[in-house]
């Protein structure tokens, strides 16, 4: 049988890397232990908040309208707005920002063209008790750093970890965790920095004190993960903040530098080495045992593998590729290994062994796993909305079933590779150990919250040989009170999940049609199912009125008009004011209320006419028409797509022109 290994010890140097990473020398955020700051005033600002700027964009207005918007007074914390020697009027608007701002500093830089060296200066300049950095994109969330530093000084925390979210993707950085956790440093998985970005609270003392800078010297790709594995290093508290939301990490549509990082392979290949480096350097402690041979299997199935994905690479490319990773894999620890699933244990194995001629037949057998998660008819019970969700995960290539178990359908000569090698392409366990969770994300906010997780699923054959899948089911109840992270607006519903070491987040889908209304701590909600199918939750009439409903009904009784809302079910008491609005554009204040198990909506008899029924910005469809004989005529009118109301628009428009 042949056997993998490597040469090894237990680190390497970069520009040791055959063909590889030329000059360039681990851990540069090292430095002596700095003076600035090392003495604690009695008076020092509690946050400093740093923001690097290079030709800013209004996203920079947002940024600073979310400063304003703190909880923690603004005496209490300090904003250095460091400019990296931008050619446009960027600086102008920094120092426009601070006129009216006695808390904000401004610096201009000259060019360095990356966010190290303003974020450094802002290190040694910063007066706080702890330090935040922001990207110039980016914004906090109001409560931000109140409650941040808050737990941060509760736990004596080196380094706190927020809750983030990202504009354009779901559940991102989520936790399967409901609390915050005053010190997570023996975590494992997951990792308690996770994901690796600047986007934290440090101890400014312990920056200063342990020399963390982030590394300088033009371009530095990823700089933020050398800078956070510095500091999780040294860390003896590493706090993460889940309850309340911190960071907003903003993708907008224009470029970035990060979205440059695959411009130049040299320049990759170096940020690959330098990081495997930082690793080495930085986690040889006892304490990191477990925790070193995961951050290397992480690299390598991240940032080494993708580069065999090399169609479009030219033969010195490929060349190129073939040399690093060689001399890269050759200092890297075979039982680093065993932390991948087994497709990339496969893959790295071929590497191992210098097979480069099969790793190109490899890489297109990737299994694509797909998810699709269904919701069944939501329900509202004396505890709150329950749902249960059913999840369907298929492989729909390169996975086969075969004697009772999936397994790898791998090409013919990769297979006899992993045949001779003795390494497992039995793939049912890492189906049948997937986890997963349903997270509700606000469509305004752009924040994320959990309703359940789970682990675990039936690997089962596909019918007729189709797909091999698996299954699981995953029961949610939420409350949807007001505990501070269900405000009024949009939630849709989403599951991520995480099988073979690979992230899926899918919309929850729905067959239900229709839409079930609750009053919950005192707020309508109604759960819906949204044109795209999924399911979605409508918290306080944002997008419709609870009176939308055929089984609503209105009369008179004495001087009171009186709307049945039977449709509804009530798990509370409530007293919501509104309006209604009549053809003329009158308005007469009603109430809707619920008590003793019933709502309705209330208001003074009004003159005969029409009216709808309007809370907040939104108004009903229903229409209510009373006469002047007393009668009272409900017109229900049917909610129309989009399709449906442009062409009304086109045949009204067609009429007039007829009439012309």
């Known amino acids: 049988m042949a056997r993998l290994g490597s040469r090894a010890g237990t680190g390497w140097r970069a520009d040791d890397a055959r063909g590889g990473c030329r000059g360039i020398h681990p851990s540069p955020f090292r430095r002596a232990p700095s003076s600035v700051n090392r003495v604690r005033d009695p008076e020092m600002l509690k946050v400093s908040v740093i923001v690097p700027t290079y030709r800013s964009t209004a996203h920079l207005d947002e940024l600073v309208a979310s400063l304003d918007r703190q909880s923690m007074p603004q005496d209490d914390f300090e904003v250095l707005l460091i400019d990296d020697g931008s050619p446009d009027d960027t600086y102008a608007r920094l120092a426009q920002f601070a006129k009216t701002r006695p808390n904000y500093r401004v610096f201009r830089l000259p060019p360095s063209g990356w966010p190290s060296r303003p974020r450094n200066h802002g290190i040694d300049q910063a007066r706080g008790q702890y330090t935040v950095f922001i990207d110039h ?99 003896e508290v590493v706090s993460l903040m889940v309850e309340t939301p911190f960071y907003y990490w903003n993708r907008p549509e224009h470029a970035t530098t990060s979205g440059t990082f695959h411009d130049s392979l040299d320049e990759y290949l170096d940020a690959i080495a330098r990081v495997f480096a930082w690793i080495d350097d930085e986690l040889t402690q006892p304490r990191f045992a477990e925790l070193l041979p995961r951050f290397r299997a992480y690299q390598l199935r991240m940032r080494l593998l993708p580069l065999f994905r090399w169609d479009k690479r030219t033969d010195a490319q490929r060349a190129r590729i073939r040399d690093f990773a060689a001399a890269l894999l050759d200092r890297v620890p075979a039982d680093t290994d065993q932390y991948l699933d087994p497709w990339r244990r496969i893959g790295v194995a071929l590497l191992r062994a210098g097979r480069f001629d099969l790793i190109g037949q490899h890489m297109p057998t990737w299994p694509p796993l797909e998810c699709a998660p269904r919701a069944r008819e939501p ?104 505990d501070g992270t269900a405000h009024e607006g949009v939630w849709d519903l989403y599951v991520r999940t995480a099988v073979m070491r690979t ?77 209604l609005v009549s053809s003329r554009g009158e308005r007469l204040a009603c109430r809707l209320v619920s008590a003793g198990g019933s709502a309705s909506v209330r208001a003074m008899r009004p003159r005969p006419g029409r009216y709808a029924v309007e809370f907040g910005s939104v108004r009903s469809r229903l229409r209510i028409h009373l006469t002047r004989a007393g009668r009272v005529r409900v017109i229900h009118t049917p909610q129309r797509t989009p399709r449906e109301v442009v062409a009304a628009l086109r045949r009204r428009l067609a009429a007039r022109l007829r009439r012309r």
């Open 379 to 482: 329900r509202w019970r004396e505890q709150g909305l329950t749902v249960e969700v059913d999840l369907d995960w298929r492989y729909e290539r390169f996975v086969v079933w075969r004697g009772g178990r999936a397994m790898l359908d791998l090409d013919p000569e990769v297979a006899r590779f992993a045949t001779e090698y003795a390494l497992d392409i039995d793939v049912t366990d890492d189906l049948g150990a997937a986890e997963y969770a349903v997270d509700r994300r606000s469509r305004g906010e752009k924040v994320d919250w959990m309703l359940g997780h789970g682990v675990g699923a039936e690997p089962r054959p596909g019918s007729d040989g189709g797909p091999v899948h698996a299954a699981a089911r995953l029961p949610l109840m939420w409350d949807a009170a007001d």
């Open 137 to 235: 994109d980016d914004r906090l969330f109001p409560d931000a750093l109140q409650a941040a530093h808050a737990l941060a000084t509760r736990a004596g925390a080196d380094v706190l970890d927020g809750k983030e979210s990202k504009s354009d993707t779901p559940c991102w950085a989520m936790r399967d965790i409901a609390t915050d956790v005053e010190n997570a440093i023996d975590w494992i998985e997951p990792h308690p920095l996770l994901p690796m970005n600047p986007h934290k609270m440090f101890r400014t003392a312990f920056l200063h004190e342990q020399g963390i800078r982030f590394p300088e010297g033009g371009r530095q790709i990823w700089e933020d993960i050398g800078f956070d594995i510095a500091a999780h290093a040294r860390a």
């Open 503 to 579: 992230r899926i987040v899918r919309r929850v889908r729905t067959a239900w049609q229709g839409r079930s209304w609750a009053i919950v701590d005192g707020r309508p909600v109604a759960v819906y199912s949204a044109r795209d199918g999924g399911l979605s939750v409508d918290v306080g009439q944002t997008l419709f009125t609870v009176v939308d409903d055929p089984l609503a009904a209105a009369s008179l009784t004495g001087n009171e008009l009186v709307i049945t809302l039977p449709h509804v079910a009530v798990l509370s008491e409530a007293d919501v004011a509104g309006e």
